[in-house]
Each structure stands twice: as structure tokens, then as C-alpha cells.
């Protein structure tokens, strides 16, 4: 898809008639400016591409710009609004949900806030999962803390259950903050609240540490990543100089891009070969990952490799597949794979090696932000 065939619009409940509350809750700080619904920010900022559409007559591809208006839709004293977030921890999704209770709370008056329990499931009445009240005194510091306060959880959930909670509970806003399944789901609850003619709205937050959404240039979680990545490539710098061809190995995250560990190796230069799922690689062969290592070994006498979990997938091509709960392929670990297939080829050549293996993923996913991140959620 290109950005001219991108559909930008929002779709919206019907005409904004309330005044904002947010001009007269500015408890003392400098005026609000309001934004336009007529702005625009153009997605593709290039000068000479702009121009050519506007000359053929064809407006170029924009989005509508963030920030409050002077009218809404809702009357934020008598709105209900929940908050949940699906699929895998992240650094930041306390930051989120603190941010965003806090603006509701002071900048509109919104007086009902829930947190939804364990994901879609805290919607789902089998379950038995009772929403949390979330609050200014109950957020106030969660971001100093990792993991997500009110839970998470994978897999789909029934979508008309879900709607007939947001119902029964008198919802008008629900935030969704999640991944690629997170925001499908949300498009689906959309989807089935427009065909029953109800007045909610859905906001998707987007959620990946690996920093690879769409027209999106930063996600949240994604600095601390390589933050903490950046100290996982120093111990194993450290193991790997400190032993007769020693050989560093750290798998990082990254299903389908590179980006924490290609920004963790610029930040921290001490890596000798990275591997990411936007470039494939060979093992064997002239040209391939044993033969380059076995000359840095012969050369330097240590080597540090970084892998993202995407990289090599090809290398478990026959090999059964399965779905995780989200309905994702499970991805073989490509880092077992690379420790034994190095170990493997110099034992065939009668040279010692020291390979030390570090996989510091769920650490990181699960740390609080940073204050690069913090800053960026709030």
C-alpha cells in the first residue's frame, strides 16, 4: 500500500456540541491552544512530491492533527471511560495508563475510570474479573514500577460479549493499548458498536517494543530496550575478551525488524556481526557466518554476535509450526540454534572455543521505562 491509497479518516459518534473542559480545568498554567478539525499534517513532508499532487489536483495524503478541541462530543461529567491493554509487557504501559487517567481526571472531569482486568478477558463475565477503579491516588506512581498494573492477556475473546459490556456498563470511551492483534480487535469492537448504532468510541494506543509500526516513527518501551540491550552486549563483550576464543551471543527482540538490535550495536560499538530478520544470512560457505567468525577468531581471538529472534527463521524451514494464543507463529530460537551450530562446527575442527549465551528478553520487556520513554508517554 502507498501513502495515496492510505484512508486517513476518522470516523466520528456525530457533531462535537460540549464545550471543552479543558480551557477551565488549567488550574493556573498558560492558555490552551485548541486544534482544527480543517488542519492537516502531511504524511510525506518532501517539498517537490507535495507540490506535483497539489498541481495534478490531488490533495497529498495527511493526517489529522492531535490535540484538544474546543468542542467534543461527550459531556465529560456524566462519561463512563476504561482502559485496557492485551499481549506482551512493555516498559511504558504504566506511563500510558498513569498519563492517560491523569489527563482524563484533571483536564476533563471525566469522573469514572476502569481499568480492564487481564486483557479482553476482563470483559468477558466468565472470566469473574471485577474492573478496577483506577484514580489519581491509585496511578500516582505505578510508573515506577514495571510490568501493567491492571494485567494483560493473549488470544481473542467473543467481540459481541465484549460490546454488550461496554453496554451494560454505560462505556462511552474505551482505550485499547496494544499490538498488531490488539488493534485488529479493536477495529472489530468498532466495527460491531457502528452496526448496533451505539454511541462509543474506541482509541488504539499502539504497542511494540520492536519499534515497527506503520508511518509510526517511535514507539514506547522501545529506548529502554536498547538501553538495557546495550549492557547485555557489554557483558558479553567483557565474557568474550575475558577467555581464549571466546565468542559473546545475545539474542534480542525483534520478530520481523532489526531495530533494537541494529540501534543497541551503534550504541554500544563493540559487536562484530548482527543479524536481523530484513537481511537474510547464510551459515556454511565462503560467505557465511561460521566462516567470517572462524576469521575474527583467527584474527582477534574473541567476537561478540547480536541476533534478532526473527533472524535465520529459514534455517527451521519443514519443521512443524504453532500458533501462539494471539494467533502468531511461534518463532524457533534462533539463538539455541546459532550457540550449537558454532559449538558444533569448531568442535569438527578441533579448535576451543568459550561461547557464553545471554537472552535478556523478558528482563527487558518487563523493566519500568526509562526517562527517554517516560517523557515520550506523558
Partial sequence: MTDDQLDTRITTLGPPRVPSPVQRQGH?????????????????????????????????????????????????SKLKCALVTCGGLCPGLNDIIRSIVLELHYGYGVPTIYGVRYGLRGFIPRYGYDMLELSPSTVVNIHERGGVVIGSSRGPEDIDEIVDTLERMHIGILFMIGGDGTLKAATCIADTILERGLKVSVVGVPKTIDNDV?????????????????????????????????????????????????TATLAQQDVNFV???????????????????????ADRGHAVIVVAEGAGQKFFEGQTQQLDLSGNVKLKDIGMFLKEAITAHFNQRSVQISIKYIDPSYMIRSLPANANDRVFCN
Fill in 28 to 76: 493556573g498554567s498558560n492558555n490552551v491552544s485548541f486544534v482544527s478539525d480543517a488542519d492537516r499534517i502531511l504524511i510525506d513532508v518532501t517539498v517537490n512530491r507535495a507540490c506535483r499532487q497539489l498541481a495534478d489536483g490531488i490533495p497529498p495524503p495527511s493526517y489529522e492533527p492531535a490535540g484538544p478541541r474546543k468542542t467534543i462530543f461527550f459531556d465529560p
Fill in 214 to 262: 506503520y508511518l509510526v516513527s517511535r514507539s514506547f518501551g522501545f529506548d529502554t530496550a536498547v538501553e538495557v540491550s546495550t549492557r547485555a552486549i557489554l557483558s558479553a563483550s567483557n565474557e568474550a575478551e575475558g577467555y581464549p576464543n571466546g565468542i559473546g551471543l545475545i539474542k534480542l527482540m525483534g520478530r520481523h525488524s532489526g531495530f533494537i538490535a541494529a
Fill in 275 to 297: 543479524l536481523i530478520p530484513e537481511v537474510d544470512f547464510d551459515l556454511e560457505g565462503p560467505g557465511g557466518l561460521l566462516c567470517a567468525l572462524e576469521q575474527r577468531l
